[in-house]
């Protein structure tokens, strides 16, 4: 609630200002980036507009979560509703509000609402719900009350009226894929947002993955589970791994680079190959015979991180 509060209290204020639309955007993303510190009590960049006296008597327990995967998860979140600002202070709905509100506009008919019947707004919203989310709501809602499906006539209706819907979505992809979009498909080369903002993001994308030598080594410390660690695999992601550094080198030029970065960002599970579950299943026996045979003494070891953060490797064991 307190992240929320900050945020509105934010949006609030920098609506009001009579500054230029690009310094209330400015403004606003930095509030947003700033409104998880003080939500956990740090209250040193919080703007006094924004955060009453009230708030900062609170403890700061920011420094002691900041190295957490559950800080970088919100920090996530909140990095992508900072890079939202212009819509928050332009009232700009997104996609799925509009097409919801466009549902609801269809079944209550426009803003023309029947006053003289108890719950009439409130009872066609909610059929505007079931309708977006079943895709069948005269067969849901019949169901629901008489507890036996509804009959032919209405199935096929519904069914057909289904199957119209999923030609012309399919129609509209395969129009899409053929038009030559700059902003979008394969011929797409630059991000969807301004050279400013897309630098900003990047600046602060590459500050969260930011550690100090202190951090990589209390990292390397909480992960030697490897796997088995949460920790370990939410600080894999959107870093370069030993593993790939083949691929990067040898990429050609003359080739896109849209699947290797898709395979960095959104990697394949491949917990279940059959390969890896047999490796993981004997590792121990392997490093214990191996200790015998080369008389050497092997010690577990978790996620190193290069200097330069986004690099990192993991060996499975190392000796001394």
Same mark, same amino acid.
């Given at each position: 609630m307190k992240l929320r509060r900050y945020t509105v209290r934010a949006i609030k204020l920098r609506k009001r200002e009579e500054v230029s639309d690009n310094q209330k955007m400015i403004k606003l993303r930095s509030d947003i980036l700033n409104a998880l510190y003080h939500s956990f009590g740090s209250h040193?960049?919080?703007?006094?507009?924004?955060?009453?006296?009230? %708030?900062?008597t609170d403890r700061n327990t920011a420094l002691d979560l900041a190295n957490t995967v559950l800080w970088r998860k919100m920090s996530q979140i909140v990095s992508f509703l900072a /890079? &939202? @600002? *212009? /819509?928050?202070?332009? %009232?700009?709905?997104? &996609?799925?509000?509009? !097409?919801f509100n466009s549902v609801i506009a269809k079944y209550v008919g426009g803003k023309r609402i029947n006053y003289t019947q108890r719950n009439s707004y409130q009872e066609r919203c +909610?059929?505007?719900?079931?309708?977006?989310? !079943? *895709?069948r709501p005269i067969y849901t809602i019949y169901k629901r009350i008489f507890g036996k499906p509804t009959g032919k006539y209405t199935n096929s209706y519904e069914t057909q009226k289904l199957k119209r819907? +999923?030609?012309?979505?399919?129609?509209?992809?395969?129009?899409?894929?053929?038009?030559?979009?700059? %902003?979008?498909? #394969?011929k797409a080369r630059r991000p969807d947002m301004t050279e400013e903002d897309f630098q900003m993001s990047k600046s602060e994308f590459l500050k969260q993955m930011e550690l100090s030598d202190q951090q990589r080594d209390d990292l390397q410390i909480h992960t030697i589970d490897q796997s088995s660690s949460q920790e370990w695999l939410e600080n894999r992601k959107n870093r370069l791994t030993a593993s790939i550094f083949g691929k990067i080198c040898k990429r050609k030029e003359n080739i896109s680079c849209a699947p290797l970065v898709? /395979?960095? +960002?959104?990697? #394949?599970?491949? /917990? &279940? +190959?059959?390969?890896?579950?047999?490796?993981?299943?004997?590792?121990?026996? @392997?490093?214990? #015979?191996?200790?015998? #045979?080369?008389?050497? !003494?092997i010690t577990r070891c978790g996620l190193y991180i290069h200097h330069h953060h986004h690099h990192h490797y993991s060996p499975s064991q190392v000796h001394c």
């Open positions: 040193f960049n919080c703007d006094d507009a924004i955060c009453p006296a009230t %708030d900062k /890079s &939202n @600002a *212009k /819509s928050l202070v332009f %009232d700009v709905d997104s &996609n799925p509000a509009e !097409t +909610v059929a505007a719900a079931i309708s977006f989310n !079943t *895709k819907k +999923v030609y012309k979505r399919s129609f509209r992809k395969r129009f899409r894929r053929n038009m030559d979009d700059p %902003d979008y498909g #394969q898709r /395979s960095i +960002v959104k990697p #394949q599970i491949i /917990s &279940n +190959v059959p390969s890896i579950k047999y490796g993981k299943a004997n590792e121990q026996t @392997a490093l214990a #015979q191996l200790s015998r #045979q080369e008389s050497i !003494t």
